[in-house]
Protein backbone atom coordinates (compact mmCIF):
# COMPACT_ATOMS: atom_id res chain seq x y z
CA UNK A 1 0.00 0.00 0.00
CA UNK A 2 1.47 3.30 -0.76
CA UNK A 3 2.05 5.61 2.42
CA UNK A 4 2.71 9.09 2.79
CA UNK A 5 3.20 10.51 5.85
CA UNK A 6 3.41 14.17 7.56
CA UNK A 7 4.80 14.80 10.55
CA UNK A 8 1.88 16.72 12.67
CA UNK A 9 -1.46 17.31 11.56
CA UNK A 10 -2.12 20.11 13.30
CA UNK A 11 0.72 23.00 14.10
CA UNK A 12 0.27 26.17 15.78
CA UNK A 13 3.36 29.10 15.32
CA UNK A 14 4.40 32.44 16.45
CA UNK A 15 5.00 34.78 13.77
CA UNK A 16 8.54 34.63 12.98
CA UNK A 17 9.47 31.40 14.22
CA UNK A 18 11.46 28.86 11.87
CA UNK A 19 9.23 25.99 10.75
CA UNK A 20 9.89 23.07 10.07
CA UNK A 21 7.26 20.67 7.90
CA UNK A 22 7.90 16.84 7.14
CA UNK A 23 7.29 14.37 4.38
CA UNK A 24 8.48 10.87 4.42
CA UNK A 25 7.30 8.23 1.72
CA UNK A 26 8.07 4.69 1.88
CA UNK A 27 7.82 3.74 -1.72
CA UNK A 28 10.92 4.67 -3.16
CA UNK A 29 9.37 7.32 -5.33
CA UNK A 30 12.03 9.82 -6.98
CA UNK A 31 9.51 12.56 -7.20
CA UNK A 32 8.23 14.91 -4.23
CA UNK A 33 6.30 17.80 -3.98
CA UNK A 34 4.82 20.20 -1.57
CA UNK A 35 1.72 22.04 -2.01
CA UNK A 36 -0.76 24.57 0.30
CA UNK A 37 -4.32 24.77 -0.09
CA UNK A 38 -6.53 27.70 0.33
CA UNK A 39 -10.38 28.48 0.17
CA UNK A 40 -10.65 29.78 -3.18
CA UNK A 41 -7.38 29.18 -4.46
CA UNK A 42 -7.22 24.98 -4.58
CA UNK A 43 -3.77 23.92 -4.43
CA UNK A 44 -0.69 25.64 -5.32
CA UNK A 45 3.03 24.20 -5.91
CA UNK A 46 5.76 25.51 -3.81
CA UNK A 47 8.91 23.39 -4.46
CA UNK A 48 9.04 19.83 -5.63
CA UNK A 49 11.97 17.67 -6.04
CA UNK A 50 12.93 14.89 -8.33
CA UNK A 51 16.04 13.49 -6.55
CA UNK A 52 17.95 13.89 -3.35
CA UNK A 53 19.21 17.07 -3.08
CA UNK A 54 17.35 18.01 -6.30
CA UNK A 55 14.81 21.00 -5.95
CA UNK A 56 12.73 22.97 -8.19
CA UNK A 57 10.97 26.37 -7.88
CA UNK A 58 6.95 26.01 -8.22
CA UNK A 59 4.54 28.94 -8.49
CA UNK A 60 4.67 30.27 -5.02
CA UNK A 61 7.94 29.40 -3.45
CA UNK A 62 8.38 32.72 -1.72
CA UNK A 63 8.85 32.74 1.91
CA UNK A 64 9.87 28.64 1.94
CA UNK A 65 12.93 26.36 1.25
CA UNK A 66 13.53 22.98 1.17
CA UNK A 67 15.69 20.13 1.78
CA UNK A 68 16.07 16.32 0.39
CA UNK A 69 19.02 15.05 1.99
CA UNK A 70 17.14 11.47 1.63
CA UNK A 71 15.37 9.92 -1.13
CA UNK A 72 12.27 9.20 1.27
CA UNK A 73 12.38 12.65 3.19
CA UNK A 74 11.16 16.40 1.81
CA UNK A 75 10.94 18.80 4.00
CA UNK A 76 9.16 22.17 3.63
CA UNK A 77 11.33 25.14 5.54
CA UNK A 78 9.15 28.68 6.61
CA UNK A 79 12.24 30.04 7.78
CA UNK A 80 10.22 33.03 9.20
CA UNK A 81 6.63 32.42 9.83
CA UNK A 82 4.07 35.09 8.88
CA UNK A 83 0.39 35.05 9.47
CA UNK A 84 -0.59 35.05 5.60
CA UNK A 85 1.17 31.40 5.60
CA UNK A 86 -1.36 29.81 7.69
CA UNK A 87 -2.82 27.08 5.03
CA UNK A 88 -2.83 23.37 4.87
CA UNK A 89 0.53 22.38 3.55
CA UNK A 90 0.03 19.53 1.38
CA UNK A 91 2.99 16.89 0.79
CA UNK A 92 2.87 14.08 -2.44
CA UNK A 93 5.47 11.58 -4.02
CA UNK A 94 5.28 10.34 -7.32
CA UNK A 95 7.86 7.93 -9.50
CA UNK A 96 5.70 7.82 -13.11
CA UNK A 97 2.61 10.18 -13.37
CA UNK A 98 0.36 8.94 -10.09
CA UNK A 99 0.33 11.20 -7.34
CA UNK A 100 -0.12 10.52 -3.47
CA UNK A 101 -0.60 12.55 -1.20
CA UNK A 102 0.14 12.40 2.15
CA UNK A 103 -2.73 13.91 5.36
CA UNK A 104 -1.92 17.25 5.27
CA UNK A 105 -0.65 19.21 7.65
CA UNK A 106 -2.78 22.54 9.14
CA UNK A 107 -0.81 25.34 9.88
CA UNK A 108 -1.80 28.51 11.61
CA UNK A 109 0.98 31.42 12.53
CA UNK A 110 -0.46 33.75 15.02
CA UNK B 1 -0.15 27.05 -18.64
CA UNK B 2 -2.65 24.40 -18.84
CA UNK B 3 -6.38 25.62 -17.43
CA UNK B 4 -7.97 23.77 -15.72
CA UNK B 5 -12.01 24.17 -15.69
CA UNK B 6 -14.57 22.14 -13.19
CA UNK B 7 -18.04 22.08 -13.11
CA UNK B 8 -20.27 22.43 -11.43
CA UNK B 9 -18.95 24.13 -8.16
CA UNK B 10 -21.06 23.02 -5.86
CA UNK B 11 -23.08 19.85 -5.97
CA UNK B 12 -25.95 18.42 -3.94
CA UNK B 13 -27.25 15.12 -4.12
CA UNK B 14 -30.01 13.27 -1.82
CA UNK B 15 -28.66 9.41 -1.13
CA UNK B 16 -28.84 7.25 -3.86
CA UNK B 17 -28.67 9.57 -6.68
CA UNK B 18 -26.61 9.44 -9.72
CA UNK B 19 -23.94 12.61 -10.47
CA UNK B 20 -21.67 13.42 -13.25
CA UNK B 21 -18.53 15.88 -12.86
CA UNK B 22 -17.44 17.67 -15.49
CA UNK B 23 -13.39 18.86 -16.20
CA UNK B 24 -12.13 20.93 -18.77
CA UNK B 25 -8.13 21.05 -20.14
CA UNK B 26 -7.11 23.54 -22.29
CA UNK B 27 -4.42 21.76 -24.18
CA UNK B 28 -3.51 18.32 -24.88
CA UNK B 29 -2.06 16.83 -21.57
CA UNK B 30 -0.22 13.43 -20.52
CA UNK B 31 -1.63 12.89 -17.56
CA UNK B 32 -4.89 13.30 -15.49
CA UNK B 33 -5.40 11.87 -12.25
CA UNK B 34 -9.00 12.37 -10.05
CA UNK B 35 -9.17 12.90 -6.47
CA UNK B 36 -11.97 13.06 -3.81
CA UNK B 37 -10.58 15.22 -0.93
CA UNK B 38 -12.69 13.72 2.36
CA UNK B 39 -13.56 16.09 5.08
CA UNK B 40 -10.66 15.44 7.13
CA UNK B 41 -8.02 17.00 4.02
CA UNK B 42 -6.94 13.83 2.49
CA UNK B 43 -6.81 13.71 -0.69
CA UNK B 44 -7.74 9.60 -2.27
CA UNK B 45 -6.56 9.00 -5.68
CA UNK B 46 -9.71 8.13 -7.39
CA UNK B 47 -8.46 7.12 -10.87
CA UNK B 48 -5.18 8.05 -13.24
CA UNK B 49 -6.78 8.86 -17.23
CA UNK B 50 -5.28 10.44 -19.77
CA UNK B 51 -7.47 8.47 -21.69
CA UNK B 52 -10.09 5.85 -22.09
CA UNK B 53 -12.94 4.63 -19.25
CA UNK B 54 -11.94 3.10 -16.08
CA UNK B 55 -14.44 1.83 -13.73
CA UNK B 56 -13.75 1.01 -9.89
CA UNK B 57 -17.58 0.00 -8.24
CA UNK B 58 -19.86 2.84 -7.98
CA UNK B 59 -17.43 5.77 -9.86
CA UNK B 60 -16.19 5.54 -13.31
CA UNK B 61 -14.10 7.76 -15.47
CA UNK B 62 -13.64 8.80 -18.95
CA UNK B 63 -11.24 10.96 -20.59
CA UNK B 64 -11.84 12.30 -24.44
CA UNK B 65 -8.07 13.65 -24.94
CA UNK B 66 -8.83 14.62 -28.43
CA UNK B 67 -12.07 17.11 -27.38
CA UNK B 68 -10.10 17.68 -23.78
CA UNK B 69 -12.49 17.11 -21.47
CA UNK B 70 -12.34 14.39 -18.87
CA UNK B 71 -16.09 13.09 -16.69
CA UNK B 72 -16.67 11.56 -13.44
CA UNK B 73 -19.80 9.54 -12.53
CA UNK B 74 -20.92 8.95 -9.29
CA UNK B 75 -23.98 6.17 -9.07
CA UNK B 76 -25.53 5.43 -6.49
CA UNK B 77 -24.31 8.41 -3.79
CA UNK B 78 -23.65 7.52 -0.65
CA UNK B 79 -22.93 10.27 2.32
CA UNK B 80 -19.17 9.15 2.62
CA UNK B 81 -18.97 10.01 -1.30
CA UNK B 82 -19.34 13.89 -0.15
CA UNK B 83 -16.25 16.35 -0.25
CA UNK B 84 -14.15 17.99 -2.90
CA UNK B 85 -13.50 15.78 -6.48
CA UNK B 86 -10.80 17.09 -8.07
CA UNK B 87 -9.15 16.86 -11.22
CA UNK B 88 -5.33 17.48 -11.77
CA UNK B 89 -3.24 17.42 -15.47
CA UNK B 90 -0.17 17.85 -16.82
CA UNK B 91 1.34 18.76 -19.98
CA UNK B 92 4.73 17.19 -19.73
CA UNK B 93 6.84 16.31 -16.50
CA UNK B 94 5.36 15.78 -13.23
CA UNK B 95 3.71 19.06 -12.43
CA UNK B 96 0.12 18.84 -11.52
CA UNK B 97 -2.52 21.89 -12.27
CA UNK B 98 -5.33 21.42 -10.39
CA UNK B 99 -8.88 22.61 -10.80
CA UNK B 100 -10.83 24.26 -8.35
CA UNK B 101 -12.86 21.27 -7.59
CA UNK B 102 -16.25 20.25 -7.06
CA UNK B 103 -18.09 20.46 -3.27
CA UNK B 104 -20.47 17.45 -3.26
CA UNK B 105 -22.58 16.96 -0.39
CA UNK B 106 -24.80 13.82 -0.20
CA UNK B 107 -28.06 14.09 1.82
CA UNK B 108 -29.92 11.47 3.40
Known amino acids: DVKVTQSSRYLVKRTGEKVFLECVQD?????MFWYRQDPGLGLRLIYFSYDVKMKEKGDIPEGYSVSREKKERFSLILESASTNQTSMYLC?????????FGPGTRLTVT | GIQVEQSPPDLILQEGANSTLRCNFSDSVNNLQWFHQNPWGQLINLFYIPSGTKQNGRLSATTVATERYSLLYISSSQTTDSGVYFC??????????FGTGTQLKVEL
Open chain 1, 92 to 100: ASTRGYEQY
Open chain 1, 27 to 31: MDHEN
Open chain 2, 88 to 97: AVTGGGNKLT
